[in-house]
């Protein structure tokens, strides 16, 4: 069975500041990873996926994470935080069961951005 | 172009009522997925359609719960004798073909008195 933890519930940084948002995983085949955003009262948007290509993924938004196989992890970073991504944020696991993506979930962390 | 729709983006019923939730996917997308966000929770999986068949419903917690999809395109969530445990967002999603980006709309908001 597929699981992801993200370490922090809530993480709050300066305005400007790194970003950097824990994705820890584990899967019995070749993942799929990616990182969700969600605002208030919003729907799940994509920010950036790994699909077994480079293992350096950039997204929309200036956000890039790095998939690490030894450590099981797939980090979400930004070098600059912006006072515009104070949201939560979703890492999920995919494996191919039957034809079907579906999507395993962490929590999610909540980004405060502190002006 | 037009994204995933959901309606009603809010419902509130009392406890034991019938409701029917509706998704209207990306037009073309053939896998259609719904989810459901408890409170400070992540969404998890209830069930997966290819087309008009539902491929995977391991998701769905128990039998009050159904899911159809009749011409492959509109899917509807159908709960029966609500919960008050059931109160959630219900969040659709869809994919083109055996891609593997799902594309989410904006849920519904369930709330069982």
């Known amino acids: 069975a597929q699981s992801v933890t993200q370490l922090g519930s809530h993480v709050s940084v300066s305005e400007g500041a790194l970003v950097l948002l824990r994705c820890n995983y584990s899967?019995?085949?070749?993942?799929?990873l990616f990182w969700y955003v969600q605002y208030p009262n919003q729907g799940l948007q994509l920010l950036l996926k790994?699909?077994?290509?480079?293992?350096l993924v950039k997204g929309i938004n200036g956000f890039e994470a790095e998939f690490k196989k030894s450590e099981t992890s797939f980090h979400l970073t930004k070098p600059s935080a912006h006072m515009s991504d104070a949201a939560e944020y979703f890492c999920?696991?995919?494996?191919?069961?039957?034809?079907?993506?579906?999507?395993?979930f962490g929590k999610g962390t909540k980004l405060s951005v502190i002006p | 172009g037009a994204g995933v729709s959901q309606t009603p983006s809010n419902k509130v019923t009392e406890k034991g009522k019938y409701v029917e939730l509706r998704c209207d996917p990306i037009?073309?997308?053939?896998?259609l997925y719904w989810y459901r966000q408890s409170l400070g929770q992540g969404p998890e999986f209830l069930i997966y359609?290819?087309?008009?068949?539902?491929?995977?419903d391991s998701g769905l917690p128990n039998d009050r719960f159904f899911a159809v999809r009749p011409e492959g395109s509109v899917s509807t969530l159908k709960i029966q004798r609500t919960e008050r445990g059931d109160s959630a967002v219900y969040l659709c999603?869809?994919?083109?073909?055996?891609?593997?980006?799902?594309?989410f709309g904006p849920g519904t908001r369930l709330l069982v008195l």
């Open positions: 037009s073309g997308h053939t896998a």
């Open positions: 999920a696991v995919s494996d191919r069961v039957a034809g079907s993506y579906q999507l395993t």
């Open positions: 359609f290819q087309g008009t068949g539902a491929a995977d």
């Open positions: 999603a869809s994919s083109f073909g055996q891609e593997e980006t799902q594309y």
């Open positions: 790994y699909t077994s290509a480079a293992t």
């Open positions: 899967s019995s085949v070749p993942p799929y």
